[in-house]
């Protein structure tokens, strides 16, 4: 199977200061476990672009998007949130982490590649229309999702966010929408950041049930999480029939991780990329797109990307 993995060394000048979770040395850690299992040499390089500030604009208010760009010249700072620091390169950053996820979806819809991977950071599954969130600021899966309606005419797209976190941002931004499905599994809001994600929270309007919100206990183990998936999160991508496929892949919910709580071990990545991969070979023409989300124990990060990525590649 072609699979293209969208990479640049840009991404590594986002400096969230000494001892944050979300740090450049994720994307070394993985890129040295890539290269050691001979996968990196499997994966077309897909060249990231900085995105157009109106494919930013179609998914965050345009007053948002200017402040990020003058509260990152005037940083080292903090966007909106302790939790998000940012530096005076962050700005340029988050537009390329965001562009690189619309040049994974433009390659994957010209056929160049079945699947791609964005590994680029700031992630993006938090940030809000009008506000930076939990380390992220564009929202980088919207924002390809929403252009693969505009620029490429998808009537329906699927976004699975398996992040333990859940993907507030993702999920308000296709709220009202019936042509954006929205998955997401998380760890339990009253156990986890950022504390949405209820099961209650099935969408409003035209988007009214186009929203699926599956939480997990604390602990929650392989067993149970690919017992939700057969359940719960397959047979609702089945019947939705998508045309493409989104992966806001998070690889928080291993064991190991600092931030979750969830102890799915490394074997349910490989699960999960086989699973959703046949949903999308069934209705979409086998076409995912996925960016990463989080993952914050170097070892196991490193180590997940890597079997998840084995697994798109078979
Ligand atoms: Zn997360």
Redesign the pocket.
């Known amino acids: 199977m072609s699979v293209g993995l969208v990479y640049d060394e840009r991404y590594l000048t986002h400096d969230t200061g000494h001892g944050h979770p979300e740090r450049a040395d994720r994307l070394r850690a993985i890129m040295e476990k890539l290269t050691e299992d001979g996968l990196l040499e499997r994966l077309m390089r897909i060249e990231a672009k900085l995105a157009a500030v109106d494919a930013i604009t179609a998914i965050h208010s345009p007053e948002y998007v200017e402040r990020v760009a003058e509260q990152c010249a005037s940083a080292p700072g903090y966007l909106d949130s302790l939790d998000t620091p940012i530096c005076p390169a962050s700005y340029e950053v988050a537009l390329l982490s965001a562009g690189g996820a619309i040049a994974a979806a433009d390659t994957v819809m010209a056929g160049t590649v079945q699947r791609a991977f964005s590994m680029g950071r700031p992630p993006g599954h938090h940030a809000e229309r009008s506000q930076a969130m939990g380390f992220c600021l564009f929202n980088n899966i919207a924002i390809a999702a929403e252009h693969l309606v505009r620029a490429h005419g998808m009537e329906r797209v699927a976004i699975v966010d398996f992040?333990?976190?859940h993907g507030n941002g993702t999920q308000h931004v296709f709220d009202q929408r019936g042509d954006v499905l929205f998955v997401s599994t998380h760890e339990h809001p009253r156990f986890q950041f950022p504390g949405t994600g209820f099961e209650h929270e099935t969408g409003n309007g035209d988007g009214a049930g186009a929203t699926l919100n599956v939480t997990l206990l604390p602990g929650t183990g392989d067993a149970e999480a690919r017992e939700a998936y057969e359940k719960q999160v397959l047979p609702r991508l089945e019947a939705f029939e998508p045309q493409v496929l989104l992966i806001s892949a998070?690889f928080?919910a291993e064991a190991d991780d600092p931030?979750?709580g969830l102890a799915w071990t490394t074997d349910t990545f490989d699960w999960l990329a086989g699973k959703l991969c046949e949903v999308a070979d069934r209705h979409a023409g086998g076409r995912v797109v996925s960016t990463l989300?989080?993952g914050y124990n170097l070892a196991s990060l490193a180590r997940c990307v890597s079997t998840y990525l084995r697994a798109l590649l078979n």
């Open positions: 992040d333990v976190h998070g928080d931030l979750g989300e989080g």
